[in-house]
């Protein structure tokens, strides 16, 4: 893996993406394929929490194996979870450390080092992004500021999907009440306040 300063090229497409995509999935595919290109590791995986099963969900994922990402649920108190508390962090040997949950699964996939930091948006914790790297590795404070910074664009780009998913849900909602075959008929539509036509001689007597 390559050591290197913050790309900022590879900051402005993801930010530049995050700002015209209507499809916010496709920003953090971009953004894990990003990472691996750019640092030239093994491999890259956004990991969304989930907080009825504690459990770390694949939200994305680029470089690792189909067989290694299907090892089993990864739990969130139990795959480098001090990372999800405490910040960044970076595990040297995956194949013998005891915050791995998986390390024969990251041996036979040839994970030697992984930094894991978490994704924050609108200062609460959603998930985790973690970098893969095939030979064992110090990762650079430049490494950890770099990834930092994806995983707060990866933040927004989530938080983006669920607020858009949120409006349109809405605006269904509204569409649906303001749809003649599916509300009875009021004098007034729902939202506008504009008076529904009144049938003649039914009208306001003076």
Do not use: W
């Amino acid at each position: 893996m390559k050591k290197q300063l913050l790309n900022y090229e590879t900051l402005v497409k993801v930010t530049k993406a995050i700002s015209h995509s209507k499809d916010p999935e496709e920003v953090v595919l971009m953004t894990v394929e990003s990472i691996q290109r750019n640092l030239d590791a093994k491999g890259c995986t956004v990991f969304l929490v989930n907080r009825n099963t504690n459990e770390l969900e694949v939200a994305a994922s680029f470089g690792l194996s189909r067989e290694y990402m299907k090892k089993g649920p990864v739990s969130a108190l139990r795959s480098i979870a001090e990372s999800l508390k405490d910040g960044p962090v970076a595990i040297y040997d995956a194949g013998d450390d005891p915050r791995i949950q998986y390390p024969e699964a990251a041996k036979k996939e040839g994970i030697a080092s992984i930094l894991s930091v978490p994704i924050v948006a609108r200062g609460k914790l959603i998930g985790a992004l973690r970098v893969y790297t095939a030979d064992p590795f110090e990762f650079t404070l430049e490494d950890v500021n770099f990834i930092q910074a994806m995983a707060s664009m990866t933040g927004m780009a989530v938080d983006m999907a669920r607020s858009y998913k949120g409006l349109k849900d809405s605006i269904e909602i509204l569409k649906t009440m303001r749809d003649p075959k599916t509300r009875k008929l009021k004098k007034r539509t729902p939202f506008e306040g504009v008076p529904v036509s009144v049938p003649k001689g039914k009208g306001r007597k003076k």
